[in-house]
């Protein structure tokens, strides 16, 4: 019976859109629209849980977000003078990691302390079309991506139950159950963090956990007495994670003693980000802000809500730092790109929907600096990263939950709706990619694989070479 089920997963998902791949039983699909009635594949969401009020981080397959006032979309608030070529090579230069090239991991939600959600060169051929080598079942929603890093994927599912699955040939070196019953309130909504030998999970209930990356015993944990939906950064021997009670904390690595707080005024459910020894993170009340990583004192807050094109909405999209700016989204659809320096707004966009996911930032080799956000109503956006205007849009079939991903030369993103993940060539704006097998935030990659968490399950894609 066992072989027989795993024959029919496989067989529901076998290879994987490419310009001339076909077949209906493939899961491959080469058009750029998409039908809310496709198979789900082995990741139907049948059964899924209630939302916990409070996020929509926790919300499953089949739950729409609650209804938010959102801005018309199409038009853009302010602009900043182009940056000169200097200030463009440093700001897409990616950061070191750890001593070693980071096209080599992904060792938390964004990828590098900028959280930019994009892997470039040099890396192997990761364009399609991909066929799947493998799967891995969960049992229970994955809110996040995982951290990977040596070969290995640090995976964590909503029960907080952790899997450290070894990527070349899907082996489970060690799994820490938390809750065996799969059933009840989430446990965990945060993205995992690699660093130093060490995975970092924060529960939603408070407790930030240190486990041991060759065996996945806890080394440390701390109990923050605070609602937890940031996912931790690391930086060096420091960790950096905001709470619902207002707190950005910086949490030595090594035992988790605090190094200091900065009360923020309100929620911060949004993740922080880092670049040149600066903090910068998004609250729940409209703000941005920048604080030093060092000692928390703060540089620089914007409050969006006191300016054009005002609003009152607040982040749970967590701040990308790249070209001079730092961008993220509110959650009533408005996309901001700040001054990295001073946090003058430069340019706003509307999207027409809301928005819970982060921006992706990347300058692909041919196209111009660019963010990648999803919205509620469906569409993926391709906005000039230096004025903010609309290079192009795809409509993916169905509200985008979470986070898109720019890998090589496609961008992915997903909907619950259509119970896909998708891609679209950067260059054409045309789909190539199609997997029935949604997530939040799927898609991510070593630099020689693809990833993708699906809703209950975890893939491994390799490339399919040209005949």
């Given at each position: 019976m066992l072989c027989a089920a795993v024959g029919l997963l496989l067989l529901g998902a076998l290879l994987l859109a490419g310009c001339g791949s076909g077949g209906s039983s493939s899961g491959v699909?080469?058009?750029?629209?998409?039908?809310?009635?496709?198979?789900?594949?082995?990741?139907?969401?049948?059964?899924?849980?209630?939302?916990?009020?409070?996020?929509?981080?926790?919300?499953?397959?089949?739950?729409?977000?609650?209804?938010?006032?959102v801005t018309k979309s199409g038009s853009t608030v302010g602009q900043e003078p182009d940056l000169t070529k200097p200030e463009e090579r440093a700001e897409s230069k990616p950061s070191a990691l750890f001593g070693?090239?980071?096209?080599?991991?992904?060792?938390?939600?964004?990828?590098?302390?900028?959280?930019?959600?994009?892997?470039g060169g040099p890396i192997a051929d990761l364009d399609p079309p991909f066929k799947v080598l493998w799967h891995i079942n969960t049992h229970a929603?994955?809110?996040?991506?995982?951290?990977?890093?040596?070969?290995?994927?640090?995976?964590?599912?909503?029960?907080?139950?952790?899997?450290?699955?070894?990527?070349?040939?899907?082996?489970?070196?060690?799994?820490?159950?938390?809750?065996?019953?799969?059933?009840?309130?989430?446990?965990?909504?945060?993205?995992?963090?690699?660093?130093?030998?060490?995975?970092?999970?924060?529960?939603i209930g408070g407790a930030l956990i240190a486990l041991n990356a060759k065996t996945g015993k806890v080394d440390w944990k701390r109990n923050l007495n605070a609602h937890l939906e940031s996912s931790p950064l690391i930086v060096g021997k420091?960790?950096?994670?905001?709470?619902?009670?207002s707190q950005v904390l910086a949490i030595d690595t090594t035992d988790g003693h605090e190094i200091w707080e900065y009360k923020a005024g309100a929620s911060i459910k949004a993740s922080p980000s880092f670049h040149e020894g600066l903090i910068y993170v998004g609250?729940?009340?409209?703000?941005?802000?920048?604080?030093?990583?060092?000692?928390?004192?703060?540089?620089?807050?914007?409050?969006?809500?006191?300016?054009?094109?005002?609003?009152?909405?607040?982040f749970y999209s967590s701040p990308a730092i790249a070209f001079g700016h730092v961008y993220a989204a509110r959650d009533d659809g408005v996309v901001f790109a700040f001054s990295r320096k001073t946090g003058k707004i430069a340019w706003s966009f509307p999207t027409g929907g809301a928005v819970y996911g982060s921006p992706a930032v990347a300058k692909v080799p041919g196209t111009p600096p660019t963010v990648y956000i999803g919205s509620e109503n469906g569409r993926l956006f391709a906005l000039d990263a230096r004025d903010g205007k609309e290079r192009w849009h795809q409509d993916v079939g169905g509200p985008i939950p979470g986070t898109a991903s720019v890998i090589?030369?496609?961008?992915?993103?997903?909907?619950?709706?259509?119970?896909?993940?998708?891609?679209?060539?950067?260059?054409?704006?045309?789909?190539?990619?199609?997997?029935?097998?949604?997530?939040?935030?799927?898609?991510?990659?070593?630099?020689?694989?693809?990833?993708?968490?699906?809703?209950?399950?975890?893939?491994?894609?390799?490339?399919?070479?040209?005949?």
């Open positions: 699909s080469e058009s750029s629209s998409t039908s809310s009635n496709s198979a789900a594949g082995p990741t139907a969401t049948a059964g899924a849980g209630k939302a916990a009020p409070e996020s929509p981080l926790v919300k499953e397959a089949g739950v729409r977000p609650p209804k938010r006032s070693e090239t980071p096209t080599s991991s992904w060792p938390y939600f964004g990828r590098l302390p900028q959280r930019t959600h994009y892997l929603l994955i809110e996040f991506p995982p951290a990977i890093f040596g070969g290995v994927a640090y995976l964590v599912n909503k029960y907080g139950n952790v899997y450290a699955i070894r990527l070349s040939d899907k082996k489970i070196l060690w799994r820490r159950i938390v809750r065996k019953r799969l059933h009840g309130a989430p446990i965990d909504v945060t993205g995992p963090a690699y660093s130093a030998g060490r995975v970092f999970v924060a529960e420091t960790l950096y994670i905001g709470t619902d009670s609250n729940y009340q409209a703000g941005m802000l920048a604080l030093t990583a060092k000692s928390g004192k703060l540089v620089w807050q914007t409050n969006t809500s006191t300016q054009a094109p005002f609003g009152k909405g607040g090589g030369n496609t961008v992915f993103s997903s909907s619950f709706e259509t119970r896909e993940s998708v891609g679209y060539d950067v260059h054409t704006h045309k789909r190539d990619f199609t997997l029935h097998s949604a997530g939040y935030s799927p898609v991510v990659s070593d630099g020689h694989r693809l990833y993708v968490a699906g809703y209950y399950t975890f893939y491994g894609l390799e490339d399919i070479p040209p005949k």
